[in-house]
Structures are given as C-alpha cells and as structure tokens.
C-alpha cells in the first residue's frame, strides 16, 4: 500500500486544479481582448474620418489661395472589395487633373467609403473655394460603426 501511494503522487500529468487554473485565465484574457477590438475598430474610423476631412480642408485652402492658378478638388474612388482611396488633385476637375501634384491616400479593406456628391468628386473653384457639388462622405467599418463628413454648398466641411 506504501508502495502505491508513492507511485501515484509522482504520476506525470495535470491535476483538475491546474486544468482550471489555466482555462480560468484564458477565459480573463479573451474576456479583456474584446473590448481593445472594438477600440481598434473607432480608433480606424476617427483616423479614416479626420484624414478624410484633412483632405478635403486643404482642397479647400488650396483653391481658396489659388495655389497653382488652379481649381483644387478631392475625388473619392470607392471600389468593393479592394482598397478605397481618396485622391487630392489639382485641376477642374478628377478626369482633367494634373495628376503630377496627385496626393493619394488608401484605406484598409475593412473600411468602406460611399458618397452621394456627385460623380464622387467635389472641385473647388480658385479663389472662392466654393465647392462644385456637396453632399456626404460615409465611412463605414466592417465590423460595425459608420462615421458621416459633410461638404456643404458654401464649402464648409462637417464631421459627425
């Protein structure tokens, strides 16, 4: 009977404590990465948003200015399934720019921007900065969460 109480207690394996000492803590652990996900998912929206924003603001300056005796404008390429981007260009308009002073910036897949100004391009003249059509610029996550820029008819950009 000795014999067999020594042998057991060094048996090789986990115990039930251990076991549930181990899934305890990766329960905490996945419990404390959901909300860091959800962080990341606003943190890609706000920095998508004010980039975005940043963008159309220095269209706007630019023409205001006449940086380049030039209209300057953003045009927004929204293509599903690939990378958006938003284009900053100098000229009347995106199909007749001079894509030399081209300042283009893409977006993860997991963002995805639609807009309802017209042609997805909005110009804005030389030295009154009025834009050539307003509207609205959508950003939407995959994951969930959407943010909403405005371009108003006076040029005035707005960011709910």
Same mark, same amino acid.
């Given at each position: 009977?000795? @014999? &067999?109480? %020594?042998?057991?207690f060094f048996?090789?394996? /986990?115990?039930?404590?251990?076991?549930? @000492?181990?899934?305890?803590?990766?329960?905490?652990?996945?419990?404390?990465?959901?909300?860091?996900? %959800? &962080?990341?998912?606003?943190?890609?929206?706000?920095?998508?948003?004010?980039?975005?924003v940043q &963008?159309? !603001?220095?269209?706007?300056?630019?023409? =205001?200015?006449? @940086?380049?005796?030039?209209?300057?404008?953003?045009? /927004?390429?929204?293509?599903?399934?690939?990378?958006?981007?938003?284009? &900053?260009? !100098?000229?009347?308009?995106?199909?007749?720019?001079?894509?030399?002073?081209?300042?283009?910036?893409?977006?993860?897949?997991?963002?995805?921007?639609?807009?309802?100004? #017209?042609?997805?391009?909005?110009?804005?003249?030389?030295?009154?900065?009025?834009?050539?059509?307003?509207?609205?610029? @959508?950003?939407?996550?995959?994951?969930?969460?959407? =943010?909403?820029?405005?371009v108003n #008819?006076?040029?005035?950009? #707005?960011? =709910?």
């Open positions: 009977m000795a @014999l &067999l109480k %020594r042998n057991f048996c090789k394996g /986990f115990t039930t404590v251990e076991l549930l @000492l181990v899934l305890g803590i990766v329960v905490l652990l996945a419990a404390g990465a959901v909300p860091l996900m %959800r &962080l990341q998912t606003s943190s890609r929206l706000n920095d998508a948003s004010s980039e975005i &963008l159309i !603001r220095m269209a706007r300056v630019r023409a =205001r200015s006449g @940086l380049g005796d030039a209209d300057h404008g953003v045009f /927004f390429n929204a293509n599903p399934g690939v990378s958006d981007t938003v284009i &900053l260009y !100098r000229g009347p308009s995106y199909a007749s720019r001079i894509s030399a002073f081209d300042r283009m910036v893409s977006f993860s897949d997991s963002l995805e921007i639609s807009t309802t100004i #017209e042609m997805n391009d909005t110009n804005f003249s030389k030295g009154t900065g009025v834009p050539s059509s307003a509207g609205d610029v @959508l950003i939407s996550h995959s994951v969930g969460g959407t =943010r909403t820029i405005t #008819e006076a040029g005035m950009v #707005e960011e =709910r």
